[in-house]
Every structure is written in structure tokens, then in C-alpha cells.
């Protein structure tokens, strides 16, 4: 028996607004918000760059221009994966 591939998601992301705090993104029917201190790599990113999102899965989100990926529970609940940065020497 031979399976069938699976049709097109039908599940939407978009980013539906981009103000100087961060950015609102959409996924299916619920917006999530992202603010530029909790992730700090869409800051000084173009709008393009922040609008080209692609769905990896139903919980995951990559920026190609920016090298970024991010799953829905780090997007909710940031403060669980807070930013580390190594110091130098």
C-alpha cells in the first residue's frame, strides 16, 4: 500500500504588525508578540527580513535572512530561555 503525500498546510503565519517595542506575529488563528528585548536579533532587522518567515512545523519558525529559528514555547515564554552570552577572556 502506497501513502499519499500530505496536502499543503492551511495553517497561516504572518506578521501582522511591527512598531519600535517588537512585532506581532499570527499563527493560524492565535497572535503571538515578540518585543526586540527578548529577542534581540530582530532589532535593527529590516521589515523584509522580520516578514520572511517560514513555518518549520506547527511549533517552529525560522528567519532565514536573520539565521534565526524559534519554537511557539520560546516565543510565549521567553523568560524560560533567557539570553546568554559568553564573556571574553
Known amino acids: 500500500m502506497k501513502l499519499k503525500k500530505h496536502g499543503a498546510s492551511t495553517s497561516t503565519i504572518e506578521i501582522t504588525h511591527i ?3 517588537g512585532f506581532w506575529m499570527l499563527v493560524g488563528s492565535k497572535e503571538h508578540y515578540l518585543s526586540f528585548s527578548d529577542f ?3 532589532m535593527d532587522a529590516s521589515i523584509k527580513s522580520i516578514s520572511k518567515v517560514e513555518k ?10 536573520l539565521d ?10 521567553p523568560e524560560m530561555y533567557p539570553l546568554k552570552q559568553k564573556q571574553s577572556k
Open 40 to 42: 534581540p536579533w530582530f
Open 56 to 65: 518549520e512545523s506547527d511549533t517552529h519558525f525560522y528567519w532565514p535572512e
Open 19 to 21: 512598531d519600535s517595542m
Open 68 to 77: 534565526v529559528d524559534l519554537s511557539l514555547d520560546m516565543i510565549d515564554n
